[in-house]
């Protein structure tokens, strides 16, 4: 209603009307999103273009409704293929209407049945860096380009949730690390903007080679 007022204070009084609803109507009524879920075992796997930037996949041998267009999700399914590792795919449906289009779909993958959470913290009155120890919980990548990692070690604040990169090669870092069981040394910035935005990794490595059972 907000933009209706506005948007007739503008005009006169005979095109406004009209005008007007065509702007709720469009604005309302183009984009309708949904989002679902496709959890299993990557069955099949391939890539569709030389720079392996798009892929297609299925989930316990139902295909992926489009394929996933991002090197990092099409790279974590393939590793997850060949490590025999459950996973949790998002598809997001971008529905168009009015005629503007067939549906759209963005893909974003993490480990299946982990811990980690998203941040649901109070908002920091300042800014400041801390550490976390211990093993990857979960790796959750987009289609945006961007990855959030979930370290699982002491149970100190921000254990388990998910921080936040655009560097992929973190995030194929800690990939590695999930499977080999390697311990990560982890340094995250709060971020004090907002209580659910995920805190952005300032510095992520390798502390151990591998895990005891590993080196038997």
């Known amino acids: 209603m907000k933009k209706y007022l506005k948007c007739i204070k503008k005009l006169p009084l005979a095109k406004s ?7 709720l109507i469009g604005s309302s009524y ?3 999103d949904s989002t679902y879920y496709l959890k299993g075992k990557v069955t099949t796997f391939g890539f569709k273009d030389n720079k392996e930037e798009i892929c297609n996949f299925s989930i316990d041998n139902y295909p992926a409704p489009a394929p996933a267009e991002n090197k990092g999700v099409c790279n974590f399914l393939k590793k997850a293929m060949e490590h025999n590792q459950n996973v949790s ?3 997001d ?3 168009h209407y009015l005629g503007l289009g067939s549906n759209t779909y963005e893909i974003s993958v993490n480990f299946l049945n982990r811990q980690a959470s998203w ?4 908002k920091e009155n300042f800014s400041f860096k801390y550490l976390l120890e ?12 961007t990855c959030y990692v979930a370290v699982s070690g002491p149970d100190v604040r921000n254990n388990n949730n998910f921080h936040y990169t655009k560097d992929m090669k973190i995030c194929d870092l800690a990939e590695d690390a ?3 069981g390697t311990r990560v040394r982890m340094i995250a910035t709060v971020d004090n903007r907002d209580e659910d935005y995920a805190n952005p990794i ?4 390798v502390t151990q080679c591998c895990t005891r059972s590993q080196r038997n």
């Open 178 to 180: 999930f499977y080999l």
């Open 119 to 122: 941040p649901t913290g109070k």
């Open 89 to 91: 795919v998002e598809v």
């Open 202 to 205: 300032n510095d992520f490595r």
């Open 93 to 95: 449906v971008i529905t």
């Open 30 to 32: 183009a984009l309708a």
């Open 17 to 23: 009307i009209l005008g007007c609803l065509i702007f």
């Open 134 to 145: 211990g093993n990857v919980e979960d790796v959750y990548v987009t289609d945006r380009g």
